[in-house]
């Protein structure tokens, strides 16, 4: 990767909307000398989730080339990088892909600066409170970025210090992909017991972790773990829910909803690109990503989508277009990004359970996510069959989320349901820029 050393204090940088990549200001605050007292560590804490919210990660680019190569997204612009994405026909040049990698790895530079240095802060009024729950913050959001780049991109290298000069990351290769996991673990093993029990759902918390959690062990097959925590969470009833109807979570501009397990807020000032590129020009967009025919015509059917059709709408005649419709707040651009929520808890207990053959309680977390979108109760009953319904519920529930590619490629249905044959196109190439600056970086095979 590219040596990032990251600027004093608070640096924004500015990208036009016209492009495709970076259309919001990016906040960065890193550089070690800077934190110093309790102050400037929660300064370069706030800017930690302003890189994870970045137009690179998840305020746009990366949650875009999962849906945009899952199959249900399509490209109507004339941009190649993410007609690339769309076609599934990606090269190393992609800009997308240069975005998001680039984004990924100074959110892990961010996360690094405050695991050096909180712990040799001398301030009398930062807590040891206050200190555990900074450190177990970065610790989580650095596994999350770990977690990201391994399902997205195989085993990368491991930087896991502080970046002052070119050299300190100099000889670093690619860690194998059991290594890179190794490491989201070891994260989230640190933050767990770091972070506070209490309920903040656009900061890091225990069950926040616990979430996570849940996720890598669906991804690393690990079922009775996976279903463990997953009901860590299912289970605080009180905070942690399925609301009905199913746009309860996001419609009539919700945020923060029992539904959310952690999502990040925008502001007219730090802005979610989504609305550009989902809304339509009447709406203030630029409608260049669009529900396909076949996932319009799904969610609009009541026995498949439910009320799940609450995240398309269609525009006035002539157009007639459909556009999705989860990113659509005025102030354009303060929408949240939802990366976990209490559904996927279900449904990652409900995979988990069956592979146990746990069937009977299987079948209930499924159920649960059913019946909150209005529909009645699944009809299958073998292990093959429930696996195929959950993968359904799955692309329905989160259309416009970071998961069908990535469900698609852990379970090997990526062949059954989009034709990719070749091996090597289940992961992203490296960015061809990266490769150039750094000869210890190897591509991937394919690219």
């Not at 640096?11 to 259309?23: M, Y």
């Not at 996570?212 to 925590?229: N, P, Q, T, V």
């Not at 649960?368 to 692309?395: F, H, K, N, S």
Request: charged residues 20%.
């Amino acid at each position: 990767m590219k040596r990032m050393i990251i600027a004093l204090p608070v640096v924004l940088l500015l990208a036009s909307c016209n492009k495709f990549l970076d259309v919001q200001p990016d906040q960065q605050v890193d550089a070690g000398s800077a934190i110093t007292d309790a102050g400037s560590a929660e300064t370069a804490l706030n800017g930690l989730y302003n890189r994870l919210g970045s137009d690179g990660y998840y305020g746009s680019n990366f949650i875009a080339l999962s849906y945009l190569s899952g199959g249900d997204i399509q490209w109507t612009g004339s941009q190649s990088a993410p007609q690339q994405i769309a076609n599934r026909q990606l090269q190393a040049d992609n800009g997308n892909i240069a975005s998001s990698w680039t984004a990924i790895y100074r959110t892990i530079l961010s996360a690094n600066y405050l695991i050096d240095n909180i712990p040799n802060i001398k301030d009398p009024v930062f807590t040891q409170a206050k200190r555990n729950q900074f450190l177990g913050e970065a610790y989580f959001i650095r596994a999350l970025a770990y977690f990201d780049l391994a399902r997205g991109w195989g085993g990368v290298q491991l930087i896991l210090k502080p970046t002052y000069k070119e050299s300190d990351q100099s000889g670093i290769k690619r860690s194998s992909l059991d290594q890179t996991y190794a490491q989201v673990l070891s994260d989230l093993e640190a933050a767990e017991p770091l972070l506070p029990t209490t309920v903040t759902r656009n900061r890091v918390t225990q069950k926040t972790a616990f979430a996570l959690k849940a996720r890598y062990y669906l991804y690393r097959k690990d079922w009775a773990k996976a279903e463990s925590f997953a009901s860590k969470v299912i289970d605080d009833a009180a905070n942690y829910k399925l609301l009905k109807p199913y746009n309860s979570f996001f419609a009539n501009n919700a945020t923060l909803t029992a539904e959310s397990v952690f999502e990040i807020g925008y502001t007219n000032s730090f802005k979610n690109g989504h609305y550009n590129w989902f809304l339509p020009p009447a709406l203030g967009g630029r409608r260049e990503w669009a529900p396909n025919a076949e996932l319009v015509t799904a969610l609009n059917n009541a026995t498949i989508g439910g009320n799940r059709s609450s995240l398309i709408a269609q525009t006035a005649p002539p157009g007639n277009l459909w556009y999705g419709k989860l990113y659509y707040r005025n102030p354009a651009g303060t929408d949240p990004s939802y990366i976990i929520r209490v559904a996927e808890l279900y449904l990652i207990r409900a995979e988990a359970r069956i592979k146990q053959q746990k069937l009977v309680e299987g079948i209930a977390d499924l159920n649960a996510v059913r019946d909150r979108a209005g529909l009645t109760g699944t009809t299958a009953t073998t292990e093959g069959d429930l696996l195929l319904a959950i993968e359904q519920e799955r692309r329905f529930e989160f259309p416009f989320e970071a998961d069908r590619w990535f469900d698609l490629v852990r379970t090997g249905r990526v062949v059954t349901v989009l034709k990719v044959t070749d091996p090597n196109k289940l992961v992203w190439p490296i960015p061809a820029s990266e490769l150039l600056a750094d000869q210890s970086l190897d591509p991937n095979p394919g690219y």
